[in-house]
């Protein structure tokens, strides 16, 4: 294994008061998950806004101290380096953040921002640093003799190109790519997608795909990871978890997923979640998805659910995984006989007003 994260958590305190401070509540951001990426394989992890996808990630890089749990890469454990220890690290481990407006400097030439990281790490010197640069232009697709201008004149999926050149200029083998493709255009995003393939194909990289788009990722990973409130609640290779989800959650999120095939659209049921997103700051008891779920029992509500493996290294944290399969359809029938009831009597509704 590459990396190997065991009991991750990363909690934030919530302090109130100005002079003197007390801290009045903790968001659990991340709340205790483990898992593994194979050296060349790309993980998803999808989920809501708001679950801690970012955050892991973040944690994983030692961008946040994690409060707890262990970050082994390449049996290096990560959350107790320091200094010079850790600035070595950072050669092997890059991130591709989310918006590629505000992660580049805009006082900088894009030149500059490439060559930064490769003149920290002295990697290269004096003539060599700009030849660098100009492979790393080509490398991510634009041209070399863009390297003198700023980003505000790079469209979004350019900047996102520099981006991806810049965590690569140190030569990683782990990169985190941070929702790299969420604020691009759709075909801007297959681009960028492809563009992230074909090096990892040529450069032999491992990533971790975070995003909530999960045709995106379908498309791009091995395996997928799906977070829910701080929680890992599934995880598989990616066709398995597409056809056989066990998790109500996932099930939901994949019931939300467009197919480009009107007839299929309109016989597909969804599966429609009640309620909103509980607070980090005060996760409900037992299973934090019981609020929402379906198909909850009482043990939902009083007992954690543990991450285990229900064969062939398919995961899942819920305690009716063997039964989701036959209960979610019923449930998504039953939703969209609901609704339709309910939309027929407010025509009728309105029949009789007019």
């Known amino acids: 294994m590459l990396l190997d994260v065991s009991d991750l958590e990363m909690h934030f305190p919530v302090t109130k008061g100005i002079i003197f401070q007390r801290q009045v509540g903790t968001v659990k951001a991340v709340d205790g998950i483990s898992f593994s990426i194979k050296r060349g394989e790309t993980l998803g992890l999808v989920g809501e806004s708001g679950c801690g996808k970012s955050t892991t990630g973040r944690a994983l890089l030692q961008l946040y101290r994690p409060t707890k749990g262990k970050v082994l890469f390449e049996g290096t454990e990560l959350t107790t380096l320091k200094g010079d220890d850790l600035?070595?690290?950072?050669?092997?481990v890059q991130m591709i953040f989310q918006d590629p407006y505000a992660s580049l400097n805009p006082r900088m030439t894009v030149g500059d921002i490439i060559a930064e990281p490769i003149r920290v790490h002295k990697?290269?010197?004096?003539?060599?640093?700009?030849?660098?640069?100009?492979?790393?232009?080509g490398l991510v697709g634009l041209n070399p003799a863009f390297a003198n201008r700023y980003p505000h004149e790079f469209s979004g999926g350019q900047r996102q190109r520099i981006g991806i050149a810049r965590a690569l200029a140190v030569e990683p083998s782990f990169v985190v790519c941070d929702e790299p493709v969420s604020a691009l255009d759709v075909s801007i995003q297959a681009q960028v997608v492809n563009l992230l393939e074909e090096l990892q194909?040529?450069?032999?990289?491992?990533?971790?795909?975070?995003?909530?788009?999960?045709?995106?990722?379908?498309?791009?990973?091995?395996?997928?990871?799906?977070?829910y409130l701080g929680k890992m609640v599934e995880l598989a290779e990616g066709p398995k978890l597409y056809t056989m989800p066990l998790h109500p959650y996932t099930q939901a999120l994949l019931s939300a997923v467009p197919i480009p095939d009107p007839k299929i659209e309109q016989q597909r049921r969804r599966i429609i979640l009640e309620g909103d997103v509980p607070s980090p700051l005060n996760p409900p008891s037992g299973c934090h998805f019981h609020t929402r779920c379906p198909v909850a029992i009482q043990k939902c509500k009083e007992e954690e659910p543990p991450f285990i493996d229900y064969g062939d290294g398919h995961y899942a944290a819920c305690w009716r995984a063997r039964e989701t399969g036959d209960l979610m359809p019923a449930i998504a029938r039953q939703q969209a006989d609901d609704l339709a009831a309910r939309l027929a009597a407010e025509v009728q509704k309105l029949k009789a007003e007019a």
Do not use: C, N, W
């Open 87 to 92: 600035r070595k690290m950072r050669r092997r």
């Open 123 to 137: 990697l290269r010197e004096g003539k060599a640093v700009p030849e660098r640069v100009q492979e790393l232009l």
């Open 201 to 227: 194909d040529k450069l032999g990289l491992t990533y971790l795909f975070i995003a909530h788009d999960l045709s995106v990722v379908k498309h791009i990973s091995d395996r997928v990871a799906v977070m």
